[in-house]
């Protein structure tokens, strides 16, 4: 028996035209200059991470090269990534944090 896909007159249910807009990783790079504490302090001021957390993610990127640490829309991942290169200048560390579509 024909299901309502073959009936003329039948409308499908069609897709709301609200897209989502799209959503970019934060990621944090190891290097081999950057303080532990000062990744931790980073973790905690930006992305509102507790001190375990914070010190858990570090460790994650210190062993595996990288990480993400958030997701967010376009202009709050760019902020996050302008606060920790702005911070990471001033104290001279070479940490770096970029940011990629989802
Ligand atoms: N690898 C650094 C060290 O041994 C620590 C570090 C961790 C640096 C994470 C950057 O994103 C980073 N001091």
């Known amino acids: 028996m024909a299901d309502e896909r073959d009936e003329p007159g039948v409308a499908l249910q069609t897709r709301p035209k609200t897209k989502r807009p799209p959503m ?5 790079l190891n290097d081999d200059f950057t303080p532990m504490e000062f990744v931790v302090m980073v973790l905690e001021r930006f ?3 507790n001190h375990a957390q914070a010190f858990e993610l570090m460790l994650m990127v210190h062993k595996k090269g990288l990480a993400v640490v ?3 829309s376009y202009e709050i991942a760019e902020t ?6 702005e911070l990471a200048r001033q104290h001279q560390h070479p940490l770096q944090c970029t940011m990629e579509k989802e």
């Open 70 to 72: 958030g997701v967010f």
């Open 24 to 28: 970019y990783k934060v990621l944090l």
């Open 80 to 85: 996050k990534v302008t606060q920790v290169m």
């Open 47 to 49: 992305f509102g991470m």
